[in-house]
């Protein structure tokens, strides 16, 4: 399998308001959030990150992103670095979060032409690839309706048409599933299933233990910032449940019973 994502020592701080550092009982003005996080993601497989809210899975999305910069460490990506070749990674990636939201004053067809315009697909591939993607995601009955009067889940399926308008190699969603019904959310995870097999190389986030076990290849833990495990889940788990395995590490690590 190709490596498509190499991260090496990541490490992220952010400075604490003096609200933040009251709800974390802190004098301490600057927070870890990554500390030291390495992994690799390959083509044709689906990587994990799972941890509980806080622990800092959606900064390293961001770092991978590069919706923000890593204070050092690097990450490597499709062969081109996040400090160094940040356009070129965005040319290459499928980023999705609920943080961020499509303008609710226009419609799926014409944001869909619109980020496609901004990739400079050609017309008549634009036109085939949304086709394909409104119809698998029931959007074409919507197309015209403006976002701001779309459900949550139809929101969250346009959102995902419109991350995969160029076609990109590499896949990074952050909690893909969070807030959607069960039908939405099935329809979600069984297109990133789809994607693994035409060899995307996909990266999840998620505090969801049945969604790992469900997609993911290989995973890896990140409590309070550090990568405390990383693995298959027969690797991690051995015999035990995920659920199971994971508050036992949480318990050696944080030294926090659950």
Sequence with gaps: MENMIKATDLRKMFRLSRKQMKLNRTNV??????????????????????????????????????LIKCDSGDAVICGKSVNENPEEIRKTIAFLTSELKLDEFFTPNYLYDFYSDLHYIPIEI??????????????????????????TGMKQKVSLAISLVHDPKVIIYDEPTNGLDVLTA?????????????????????????????????????????????????????????????????????????
């Design 29 to 66: 003005s600057l927070k870890v959030a990554v500390d030291k996080i390495s992994f690799e993601c390959f083509g044709g497989e689906i990587y994990g990150l799972l941890g509980p809210n806080g622990a800092g899975k959606t900064t390293v999305m961001r770092i991978l992103s590069t």
């Design 126 to 151: 634009r036109n085939k690839q949304k086709a394909m993607l409104f119809s698998k995601f029931g959007i074409d009955k919507f197309a015209e309706v403006k976002i701001g009067e779309l459900s």
């Design 186 to 258: 099935k329809i979600v995870t069984d297109f990133l299933i789809e994607l693994k097999k035409q060899g995307k190389c996909i990266i999840v986030s998620t505090h969801i233990f049945s969604l790992i076990e469900k997609l993911c290849d290989r995973i890896g833990i990140i409590i309070d910032g550090k990568m405390v495990r990383s693995g298959t889940l027969k690797e991690i788990c051995g015999k035990q449940t995920l659920e199971d395995a994971f508050f036992d590490i949480y318990k050696e690590v944080a030294g926090e019973a659950v």
